[in-house]
């Protein structure tokens, strides 16, 4: 039991003691990783040129920045790049066994220039260039053995011969020094050592790290002894506020910036920032934001900023800023939520509770005990702090917290008019009013009726309390006499906003949403816009409604991509607003959470979700920049881009239609982003919106000329210049001048075959219309011939039908004649009874019925009727014989059996025999007609 009482005892104690965080104030850092620049950890020196582009030498090679992108130039012979120095428009490195010069090609690239190269067997054996400086017109390179000496106008080097005696070149103003191994320190004129001090031996300093000079005294920089004056060829040492902390530090590298302060760098202790009378400013560390603490060397730029090439990365430190940075780096202060200047002491309430500290130091914060947790809010009244708390209301005295109201979730408080010793407050279930009597506050009672949280609230008078809430709109209060409820409340709901807020200011209460800043009539009750303040809050910046009125008679209001502030205008009702470049990325603090608080004079304390900002409106100024475009290039094939000269006009082939452009506006500012904006002329109809892209491209632009133009804008200062590109895309090939000249060529061509087409197109016309003319002719000679031939023809038929009508008369005649012979030889028989048939008269009788004269003049009228008759007859029967075929003949005559007898001088019944024969030699069936057979042959 004893045991766990004790435990208890102490957990208690270590709860409510105090307890000091180890953040404070420095300058923003920007910090570049090897992840960031794409080369070795370890940095070993720092320059810049005109153009504020930033040079580093780096483990791996040449780093260029030009505040949009890193580039590495490895070393020629694969070496470690140990010093950079830009001389006019040359960038001069040294490594092992190699030193010369980078400058900047035509693609915007740098190409390497050796001049060691002309001395390349006379270097020494693994000599590595330390250190550059210039003079006049000499760069000057240093090792440990040597120090060679560059004329940059006759191109001609030469070396010092006192091998193994140099530590470091040192510059100081426009002289050059050089500290020996033998513990003397010269000046170099022309190439000649002057002594100008002698270090005691009993100081035991081997190495001297800078030269300085303050009054025209020269300061010596030492390593673990702090800073000596040279006086009579001799060292004395300077006592500074800083000494104790210096002879501790371990000093590596330290320069003396343009305002006689200094900055030291460490091995293991980071930056030491010192006045120009020795007083320690800052120190910095990897606890408050450096990569690395080992600092190999500084370099500070043209605008002020100090930047450290460590052993482990590469930071930039904003020295002239106007702003400080309180980061938690380890969680112990949290968020802010609220801040206030009180007795002399700034107060900064967070997530975490109550911290304090002294303000006019850059001490830590302290921790005010009981306070731990979610702070929302800090007001005085009456020379009393108050402090709005998740756990109540806790009045702060002598940084010491005590609990008024154990209320949940304080969030604000607004003193009662008229009502000295009374203040309304704000929680997440409505209003309370805290009285004080007997020196005492306490809580005197809550509000009843409205029991909505009220963060957002403001008093009108007496009696007229606004409260706002996001999601239903602004109440209107009026409090009752007795302070116990109200009397009435009304809600206009159409005042509905996400993260509105209220505020009130020396006449008027404010509201704001999405949709602009609003003023409340007293007269009317109602809430009208007001177009100047609602220039606060830009509808497509917004982000909250808050709005905050300090003591300085400022209205704030806090966007997407700043802060801005109204204040009273030179003349009555005039009001102007101003712009602070802070954008929501580096504050990240909770939407309508935003807070700001004045320290003194023009310092103000914004509070940011690991910590808060310190800002010194006095110190903002707009520089003026430049934009340059740094690289342009074509694409040649599908994924292939190719460089393109970024001085001259382009004149890019028609495959080359696809064009990339980057650009960018050496800044190196933390807090102030750049933004770019371009247009194509001949492409584009105007300029593209504001972006934080430093490049963009055009696909497949059609032929034509085009002059690409871009601008940056940092905070709202649009840069001096805009940095131009004009090109030509040719035309395509079938486009060109020659493409269109053979088009021409073949054109006039094509109508010379057109006309040659045509003319031989109508001339076979004119001939087919003759042909078809000449056919016509012939075709009615034809015709002509024909109907000849018709007539003839009819006139042969005639003819022949006369001459078949003599044939038929023949024929008949023949018949009847047989008919009479064969009657009167039948008679004679008959009347003489002379039967011989050999008798003569017989005989004449029998030779005119067999007539062959008579047969054959029958075949030949025959064959002259009926022409081709016989050979066809032949032809399909060719089994018929002679006989058969005159057979035939008189069947063709369409002649009966009974005259055919007596022409063939048989019997009808021979005939009928005979037409059988016939029928069986044709193989005709018996169905077919006979005579119709012969007819149709």
Known sequence: MKNKYYQTLFLLFCFFTTFTTVAQETPPILNFLSTDYGAENQNWYISQDNNKNIYVANNDGLLGYNGSRWTLYPSVNGSVIRTVKVVDDKVYTGSFMEFGYWKQNEYGSLTYFSISETIKDELLEDEIIWNIKSQDNYV?????????????????????????????VFKVNTKVYVQKLDGTISRLENGIEILIAKIPEELNIKYILNIFSINNTLIVLTRTQGLFKIQNKTLNKWHIPGDTFLDKARIFRGIQLRDKSFVLGTISKGVIYLSAKGEIINTINQSTGLSNNTVLNLFEDVDGNVWL????????????????EYNDNYGDVGTTYASIVHNNFLYIGTNQGLFYKSLDSNKELKFINGTKGQVWSLHTYDNELFCGHNSGVFNIKNNKASLISNISGVWNFRPLPKQKNKILFGHYSGLAILHKQNNKWTLQNKLNGFEISSRFFEINNTKDIWVNHEHKGIYHLTLNDSLTGFN???????????????????NHIIYANENGVFKLENKTQSFIKDSVLSALIPKKEYRSGKLIFDKRELLWSFNKNDIKYAQKGPLPNMVSIKSIPIENNWRKINSSFENIASLNNDNYILGKTNGYINVNLSKIESKSHQVFIDKIKVKEKETNYSDVNIYNKGDFKFKQSSVFFSYTTPNYNKYENTYYQYQLENFDSDWSSWSQNS??????????????????????????????????IQRPFYLS??????????GLFLIFLTHKFYKRYYYKKHQKTLLENKQKMQLLEFKNEQEVIRLKNEKLNQEIESKNRELAISTMSIVKRNEVLRRIKKELKKDTGITNTKHPVFKLIDKNLNNVKDRKFFMEAFNNADKEFLTRAKELHPDLSANDLKFCAYLRLNLSSKEIAPLLNISVKSVEVRRSRLRKKMNLSRETNLIEHILSI
Do not use: M, P, W
């Open 140 to 168: 000057i390179f240093q090792s440990y053995d040597r120090i060679y000496f560059y004329d940059t106008t006759k191109k001609q080097l030469h070396y010092t011969t006192d091998k193994g005696n140099y530590y470091r």
């Open 737 to 746: 001048a020659i493409a269109i000249v053979s088009y021409v060529l073949l």
């Open 488 to 506: 009435k409340i009304t809600l206009f709901d159409e005042f509905k906003g996400k993260a509105a807020g209220l505020t009130k200011t020396n």
């Open 695 to 728: 490049y963009t491209s055009y696909d497949k632009l059609s032929y034509g000329d085009y002059v690409f133009k871009v601008r940056s804008k940092i905070g709202n200062k649009i840069s001096t210049n805009i940095a131009t590109y004009t090109f030509t």
């Open 309 to 324: 090439a460590l052993d482990n990365g590469i930071n930039c430190l904003n020295l002239k800023s106007f702003i400080k």
